[in-house]
């Protein structure tokens, strides 16, 4: 990964690793998704050449705290603002996919003072059951690690965009390549942000886009009540796209990312 990698302390003794690309301002700050990393990022930061762009590592991803002892949305947020203050960054545009959408979304509700424009791929309020985050879990339970070689890890995980991810991120030790999330910080985690934040919605009037794809996670009624609730939203829908478009049909996100925080 090109950049500087440097770590900062947060709430209950947390590391949160983040690289900065260095730029011009306004920074563009990204949060990956669950189960993921800023490394999946790495693209777009560079598709966004010129600007200063900050990755995050959310805490139990990545190179952060594997296993931290808070999972809480609040946990997530104060990490996200501890590496703005660090920094020394305002006014950013602050993007998210997914897991890391919702960490955002709560950010800008929090601190609008630190959000300058606010970019969520595949996010709602807060959605799921218990009964999915399980068997999220007991997938990544039963993943056969660790995997003796990246090309093993490939045939078991598939070859998807996604999958590719994962085998790319995995962390090499002496013993084979393990992911860097735990299965069970995965479920906590999910399980927070299945709680609704509507309240926090509603109240943000930074503007927002809000993307979704054709084959994402969300239905058409789910889709449409988070726009609809939003104060100040621009809604793209990317045509032939999962639920990680930022992977599969990134000429498309980038011109709806770009276009959007290149507008002021």
């Not at 003794?13 to 800023?38: E, K, M, N, Q």
């Not at 630190?114 to 218990?130: H, P, Q, W, Y």
């Not at 709680?195 to 789910?222: D, N």
């Amino acid at each position: 990964m090109t950049g500087l990698t440097q770590n900062v302390v947060s709430d209950g003794g947390v590391s949160i690793s983040y690289t900065v690309l260095d730029g011009a301002a306004p920074a563009v700050v990204i949060l990956h998704g669950l189960a993921g990393s800023s490394r999946e990022f790495l693209p777009t930061a560079h598709a966004l050449a010129g600007r200063k762009v900050v990755l995050v590592d959310q805490r139990g991803h990545g190179s952060s705290t594997r296993i931290p002892a808070d999972t809480s949305r609040k946990a997530f947020v104060a990490d996200v603002v501890r590496v703005l203050e660090t920094e020394k960054l305002v006014s950013v545009d602050l993007v998210g996919q997914s897991m890391g959408a919702h960490t955002a979304m709560l950010v800008a509700a929090s601190r609008p003072d630190l959000v300058r424009r606010l970019v969520l791929l595949e996010c709602d309020a807060g959605s799921g059951t218990v009964e999915e985050a399980e068997a999220m879990g007991e997938y990544f339970r039963s993943w056969k690690v660790p995997y003796a070689t990246r090309e093993i890890a490939r045939a078991a995980l598939g070859d998807s965009p996604l999958a590719q991810t994962w085998v790319a991120d995995l962390e090499g030790r002496d013993d084979g390549f393990w992911p860097r999330f735990d299965a069970g910080v995965m479920v906590q985690t999910i399980t927070h942000v299945g709680e609704p934040r509507w309240e926090e919605w509603e109240s943000i009037t930074t503007p927002t886009l809000v993307v979704y794809a054709e084959h994402g996670m969300f239905t058409q009624e789910q889709k449409d009540q988070f726009t609809e609730r939003g104060a100040n939203v621009t809604r793209v829908d990317l045509a032939d796209a999962s639920h990680d478009a930022h992977l599969d049909a990134f000429n498309p996100w980038i011109s709806a990312l770009t276009t959007f925080i290149d507008a002021c």
